[in-house]
Protein backbone atom coordinates (compact mmCIF):
# COMPACT_ATOMS: atom_id res chain seq x y z
CA UNK A 1 0.00 0.00 0.00
CA UNK A 2 1.57 3.45 -0.52
CA UNK A 3 -0.39 7.14 0.41
CA UNK A 4 0.38 10.05 -1.50
CA UNK A 5 0.24 13.41 -0.48
CA UNK A 6 0.68 16.31 -2.68
CA UNK A 7 1.20 19.79 -1.70
CA UNK A 8 2.67 23.19 -3.61
CA UNK A 9 -0.50 24.25 -5.46
CA UNK A 10 -2.07 27.80 -5.26
CA UNK A 11 -2.85 30.71 -7.61
CA UNK A 12 0.12 32.15 -9.79
CA UNK A 13 -0.25 34.79 -12.69
CA UNK A 14 0.43 33.92 -16.07
CA UNK A 15 4.53 33.54 -17.10
CA UNK A 16 4.82 32.33 -13.12
CA UNK A 17 5.80 29.05 -11.67
CA UNK A 18 5.06 26.76 -8.72
CA UNK A 19 6.75 23.57 -7.59
CA UNK A 20 4.24 20.51 -6.69
CA UNK A 21 5.43 17.67 -4.29
CA UNK A 22 4.26 14.69 -3.39
CA UNK A 23 5.51 12.45 -0.25
CA UNK A 24 4.69 8.96 -0.35
CA UNK A 25 4.50 6.89 2.39
CA UNK A 26 6.05 3.12 2.84
CA UNK A 27 9.34 1.68 2.28
CA UNK A 28 9.13 0.35 -1.37
CA UNK A 29 8.74 4.26 -2.98
CA UNK A 30 11.92 2.80 -5.62
CA UNK A 31 9.85 0.33 -6.87
CA UNK A 32 7.27 2.49 -8.36
CA UNK A 33 7.27 4.68 -11.58
CA UNK A 34 6.09 8.38 -10.53
CA UNK A 35 4.17 10.79 -12.33
CA UNK A 36 1.94 13.38 -12.67
CA UNK A 37 -2.01 13.89 -14.01
CA UNK A 38 -3.97 16.33 -14.22
CA UNK A 39 -8.11 17.14 -14.44
CA UNK A 40 -9.28 20.41 -15.93
CA UNK A 41 -13.17 21.59 -15.30
CA UNK A 42 -15.15 19.49 -17.93
CA UNK A 43 -12.32 17.53 -19.04
CA UNK A 44 -10.66 14.57 -18.65
CA UNK A 45 -8.04 13.68 -16.81
CA UNK A 46 -4.51 13.53 -18.85
CA UNK A 47 -0.87 12.61 -18.43
CA UNK A 48 1.35 15.64 -17.62
CA UNK A 49 4.82 13.81 -16.47
CA UNK A 50 6.31 10.72 -15.65
CA UNK A 51 9.83 9.82 -13.98
CA UNK A 52 11.54 6.21 -13.78
CA UNK A 53 12.31 4.88 -10.23
CA UNK A 54 15.92 5.70 -10.39
CA UNK A 55 14.93 8.83 -12.17
CA UNK A 56 17.17 8.31 -15.44
CA UNK A 57 13.91 8.41 -17.44
CA UNK A 58 11.18 11.11 -17.54
CA UNK A 59 8.54 11.68 -20.03
CA UNK A 60 6.42 14.95 -20.79
CA UNK A 61 3.30 15.45 -22.69
CA UNK A 62 3.81 18.14 -25.65
CA UNK A 63 1.91 20.69 -23.96
CA UNK A 64 4.36 20.92 -20.88
CA UNK A 65 7.62 20.01 -22.65
CA UNK A 66 10.35 22.75 -22.49
CA UNK A 67 8.20 24.06 -19.02
CA UNK A 68 7.78 21.33 -16.87
CA UNK A 69 10.19 18.88 -15.20
CA UNK A 70 9.77 16.23 -12.90
CA UNK A 71 12.27 14.99 -10.58
CA UNK A 72 12.72 12.68 -7.83
CA UNK A 73 14.40 11.84 -4.59
CA UNK A 74 14.13 8.55 -3.36
CA UNK A 75 15.88 9.16 -0.06
CA UNK A 76 13.24 11.44 0.58
CA UNK A 77 10.06 9.66 -0.57
CA UNK A 78 9.01 12.64 -2.99
CA UNK A 79 8.53 13.56 -6.54
CA UNK A 80 8.49 17.02 -7.82
CA UNK A 81 7.02 18.77 -10.67
CA UNK A 82 8.34 22.39 -11.36
CA UNK A 83 6.44 23.75 -13.05
CA UNK A 84 7.70 27.09 -14.51
CA UNK A 85 6.25 29.68 -17.82
CA UNK A 86 2.60 28.26 -16.62
CA UNK A 87 -0.29 29.42 -18.83
CA UNK A 88 -3.64 29.73 -18.07
CA UNK A 89 -4.91 26.27 -19.53
CA UNK A 90 -2.26 24.83 -17.28
CA UNK A 91 -5.01 25.62 -14.66
CA UNK A 92 -6.27 22.31 -13.35
CA UNK A 93 -6.13 19.48 -10.16
CA UNK A 94 -3.03 17.74 -10.45
CA UNK A 95 -2.63 14.65 -9.52
CA UNK A 96 0.57 12.57 -8.32
CA UNK A 97 0.04 9.02 -9.17
CA UNK A 98 2.36 5.46 -9.03
CA UNK A 99 2.25 2.34 -10.91
CA UNK A 100 4.89 -0.24 -11.91
CA UNK A 101 4.11 -0.79 -15.48
CA UNK A 102 5.68 -0.26 -18.57
CA UNK A 103 4.95 1.91 -21.47
CA UNK A 104 1.36 3.77 -21.19
CA UNK A 105 1.49 4.89 -17.24
CA UNK A 106 -1.63 2.68 -15.90
CA UNK A 107 -1.49 4.36 -11.65
CA UNK A 108 -2.11 1.61 -9.22
CA UNK A 109 -2.06 4.83 -6.91
CA UNK A 110 -3.39 8.38 -6.59
CA UNK A 111 -2.77 11.39 -4.37
CA UNK A 112 -5.87 13.56 -3.56
CA UNK A 113 -5.20 16.41 -5.92
CA UNK A 114 -3.75 19.67 -5.69
CA UNK A 115 -5.79 22.97 -7.36
CA UNK A 116 -3.19 25.00 -9.75
CA UNK A 117 -5.06 28.08 -11.11
CA UNK A 118 -3.14 30.31 -13.54
CA UNK A 119 -4.64 33.27 -13.77
CA UNK A 120 -3.97 35.60 -17.45
Known amino acids: QVQLVESGGGLVQAGGSLRLSCAASGRTFTSYRMGWFRQAPGKEREFVAA????????YYTDSVKGRFTISRDNAKNTVYLQMNSLKPEDTAVYYCAADQTTGTMAPRYWGQGTQVTVSS
Open 51 to 58: ISWSGSRV
